[in-house]
């Protein structure tokens, strides 16, 4: 079971999106969670870029202020749960809109991000290595862009907290609220485009140094 306190953010197609082009970068984007303290120091050069770059995109994210208002917004029925269902709120988003941030059909994104992870299988840590056979056979990436495999994926996510959350139910208000949360969703993510280019830059100086 995970517990609260291990609560992992669940956007990875927001982290794998804006690590650029390059594979190890997406790579360490995307497990970037399950990588702890300094063990970061090591992966490859790159793939510390992205679990460095992951942790300065889930800082940004936490503190802005439109996220908060998209999160406040569910507070009073998930309470410490509604920072993970607006992080897939938002992937929801970014995977149904795809055409206004890439010129890549999104499918053909995913499933060259599944051959990099095979392809890169011996530099993942255990938890991904783990993770991968049920992604690429949930196609977990392409699916958030449906509303019903978006809340069968949070039933089935509600399984795995030793806390209760029914975040299933969150598919409800989004509903209810579908063009709030869009918006805010593009208005939060034009920002973090920027950061993440930023800090994209800035993480590998400091690397190379």
Do not use: C
Not at 51 to 69: A, E, G, K, M, Y
Not at 136 to 158: H, P, V
């Amino acid at each position: 079971m995970i517990f609260l306190s291990k609560l992992a953010t669940m956007n990875f197609l927001a982290h794998i999106y804006l690590s650029g082009t390059n594979e190890r970068i997406q790579i360490g984007n995307f497990m970037g969670d399950g990588i702890r303290g300094k063990d970061y120091k090591n992966y490859h050069t790159d793939i510390q870029l992205g679990v460095l770059l992951h942790r300065s995109i889930d800082s940004f994210t936490d503190f802005h202020p439109i996220f908060r208002q998209s999160k406040y917004r569910l507070v009073p029925k998930f309470n410490h749960f509604s920072g993970i269902i607006i992080d897939m709120f938002y992937d929801h988003f970014l995977a149904k809109e795809w055409a206004m941030y890439h010129d890549e059909d999104l499918e053909v994104f995913t499933q060259r991000f599944y051959r990099s992870l095979e392809n890169h299988k011996e530099e993942l840590n255990l938890k991904t290595q783990n993770l991968l056979p049920y992604l690429i056979k949930g196609n977990w990436l392409l699916r958030y862009a449906n509303l019903t495999d978006l809340q069968q994926i949070l039933k089935q996510m509600d399984h795995r907290f030793a806390m209760k959350s029914n975040m299933y139910e969150a598919v409800d208000d989004l509903y209810a609220n579908y063009e709030d949360f869009q918006r805010e969703f593009h208005l939060f993510f034009k920002d973090l485009m920027v950061h993440a280019e930023t800090e994209r830059i800035r993480i590998g100086e400091e690397l190379r140094k």
